[in-house]
């Protein structure tokens, strides 16, 4: 078997739109990242955390566009990756409640946000809580749901979410250790912080942010705000034949995060060589519009077609839920909320506790309909398969248990690449062909 994959996640709040220092800065890195060999990547819309900045209903819902749209124009494969929506998952406000439930609030009264704006009241002589709201407060444990639920192991983010991630691994560890019966329900993620990706400079050459109103825009506005927004950089002022300093100038800067090295080395000794700032920016913006262009049709085509980008949050939300809700079944077990159920007994006898992560297993449970159906799950948590409904436990319980001893080598597809498991007349579950090894595999396990 290959190496496990590395789980890597982030979370993008959904309150703006992005600029091209978040493009080179964040998207552009994380796109390229989710294409490497042995990386499964989990990227999501926080909107959940949005609504702790913004109470501006269109906004976020213009936001969530936006950024989803970039995401998909900047080149997000969003079918080898996981691409979601936060507040598709319930299971993730679910899990923030139990970690509330084992987080200490002296470690929030410690987070920075918190503590700047308890400062800030402070230093103007109202109530240090004046203004902040329980989600504010909460913040990081919001967030360390969204890591722990899908056991992320690397997290990339700027450097002022470090202290987030401790506290993400300060309260998992606090979880695994009241509730694991020595095994770990979660994983400790690992911050990622990239040196190697540049902040863009922006128009005045501090950092690229909203907030010093010095942005260059991404796609907004179309090549013309592009360019009305590079004539804008600020530059000293040597005339045409003089020769510029490359280095010192942030208009350089900016054209290197756009340009082979080859290109920068010539763009270098042209500015050295006396090239005119005007020339110069007309160079910058032909570089950048190389690599937006035609980007920016897909993302005009997709913002003008929501249900789109709906379709694909759903298709994304589908996925993570197949993690997501297991998962909770597990952590429900673990904390005394449910029982264990009893086929997963079964498959646990022996194994040292609730949590038996690395075990497949089977689920027995009651539809809408009342009906009782069976769920199987592979070791990491993936959900094999959904059976048929049936009115009498006893009889799906049987079928299911059959299964567990037969040889399904010899089962053929039909036309549509599934293949039914059935007994007696009877259909258990039908499953694609592609996945009956390990649906042979877990049952062997449970
Ligand atoms: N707090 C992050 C930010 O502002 C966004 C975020 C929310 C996030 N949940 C996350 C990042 C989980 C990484 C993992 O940038």
Known sequence: MSTPATRVLTGITTSGTPHLGNYAGAIRPAIQASTEPGVDAFFFLADYHALIKCDDPARIARSRLEIAATWVAAGLDTERTTFYRQSDVPEIPELCWMLSCVTAKGLMNRAHAYKASVDVNTAKGVEPDDGVTMGLFSYPVLMAADILMFNAHRVPVGRDQIQHLEMARDIAQRFNHLYGRGEDLFVLPEVQIDEAVATLPGLDGRKM?????????????????????????????????????????????????????????????????????????????????????????????????????????????????????????????????????????????????????????????????????????????????????????????????????????????????????????????????????????????V
């Open 209 to 445: 942010s909203k907030s010093y109103d010095n942005t260059i825009p991404l796609f907004e506005g179309g090549s013309k705000a592009l360019k009305s927004a590079v004539a804008r950089i600020v530059t000293d002022s040597r005339l045409p034949g003089e020769p510029k300093d490359a280095e010192g100038s942030h208009l350089f800067t900016l054209y290197q995060a756009f340009a082979t090295h080859e290109q920068s080395a010539d763009f270098r000794a042209a500015l050295e060589g006396g090239l005119g700032w005007g020339e110069a920016k007309q160079a910058l913006c032909e570089q950048i519009e190389a690599q937006i262009g035609p980007m920016r049709d897909r993302y005009a085509d997709l913002v003008a077609h929501p249900e789109r980008i709906e379709d694909i949050l759903r298709d994304g939300a589908a996925k993570a839920r197949r993690i997501a809700i297991p998962m909770m079944a597990r952590l429900r077990e673990a904390v005394g909320l449910r029982m264990v159920s009893k086929t997963a007994a079964a498959g646990s006898a022996g194994t040292s506790g609730a949590a038996r992560a690395g075990r497949a297993r089977m689920v027995s449970f009651r539809d809408e309909d009342g009906r009782f159906r069976q769920r199987l799950f592979a070791a990491d948590g993936t959900e094999l398969l959904l059976s048929e409904p049936f009115g009498d436990p006893k009889v799906l319980n049987a079928l299911g248990r059959s299964f567990a001893a037969r040889d399904l080598s010899d089962l053929v597809p039909g036309s549509d690449g599934h293949v039914e498991l059935a007994a007696d007349g009877l259909c258990w579950a039908r499953v694609p062909a592609d996945r009956l090894d390990a649906v042979r595999e877990a049952l062997a396990q």
